[in-house]
């Protein structure tokens, strides 16, 4: 059973920073790639950053210079380290796995508020 678990979502003032995790078990067959989406209030699904098997990473242009994707193999974990937090980053946030078969796997979502 594929599980993809989130955390590290909260309420942090504008300019703070967060660590999400996304912890993920259950997939036998290789990762091509994870990413980080969110969705926020009124707003469709959006991707934020992904990072491909060979570490290769992407982002969308609102959060170059301020998050960083990256992933522990190990641990079977990838992370979003989200710095220089604004308002028009809350979202919920969602992890997302796909695999070389091109089958996707989504988590539950964290929800992120950025609000003095």
């Known amino acids: 059973q594929v599980r993809l678990v989130e955390s590290g979502g909260g309420l942090v003032q504008p300019g703070g920073s967060l660590q999400l995790s996304c912890a993920f078990s259950g997939i036998i067959v290789r990762i091509n790639d994870m990413g980080w989406y969110r969705q926020g209030p009124g707003k469709n699904r959006e991707l934020v950053a992904s990072i491909s098997d060979g570490g290769m990473t992407n982002y969308r242009d609102s959060v170059k210079g301020r998050f960083t994707i990256s992933r522990d193999n190990a641990k079977n974990t990838v992370y979003l380290q989200m710095n220089s937090l604004k308002p028009e980053d809350t979202a919920v946030y969602y992890c997302?796995?796909?695999?070389?078969?091109?089958?996707?796997?989504w988590g539950q979502g964290t929800q992120v508020t950025v609000s003095s």
């Open positions: 997302k796995i796909r695999t070389i078969y091109d089958l996707q796997y």
